[in-house]
Nanobody, 127 residues
Framework: QVQVTESGGGSVQTGGSLRLSCVVT????????MGWFRQAPGKEREGVAS???????TYAESVKGRFTIAVGGARNIFDLQMNDLKPEDAALYSC?????????????????????WGEGTLVNISS
């Protein structure tokens, strides 16, 4: 059984930083596409960043240069480093995993559907 668990959310002032972590257990596939998503109240969910098993990354235009997705301390941990946070970054951030691999990530399919989801971690930004 695959489980996805996010952590690291909290409240931070505009311009501050947060690091979110995603731990995935029970995922046996060697090839993967992992994504961080966010959803603010009244808005649609959007894909923020993805990383695949070949190390490729993609980012939403709104976070390029500020957010970095990377494999964490272990193969099953995926971090999202968020710098220079803005009020519009406030949202529920969720992590998701899919066995689709690099093609799934780089082809943009990850934005539409992923197999395994966490419950999310909340990020609040104060001005």
């Amino acid at each position: 059984q695959v489980q996805v668990t996010e952590s690291g959310g909290g409240s931070v002032q505009t311009g501050g930083s947060l690091r979110l972590s995603c731990v995935v257990t029970g995922f046996r596939e060697k090839r993967y596409c992992m994504g961080w998503f966010r959803q603010a109240p009244g808005k649609e969910r959007e894909g923020v960043a993805s990383i695949d098993s070949d190390g490729g990354t993609t980012y939403a235009e709104s976070v390029k240069g500020r957010f970095t997705i990377a494999v964490g301390g272990a193969r099953n941990i995926f971090d999202l480093q968020m710098n220079d946070l803005k009020p519009e970054d406030a949202a529920l951030y969720s992590c998701a995993a899919d066995p689709g691999g690099p093609r799934y990530c780089r082809g943009g399919y990850w934005q539409y559907t992923m197999n395994y989801w966490g419950e999310g971690t909340l990020v609040n930004i104060s001005s």
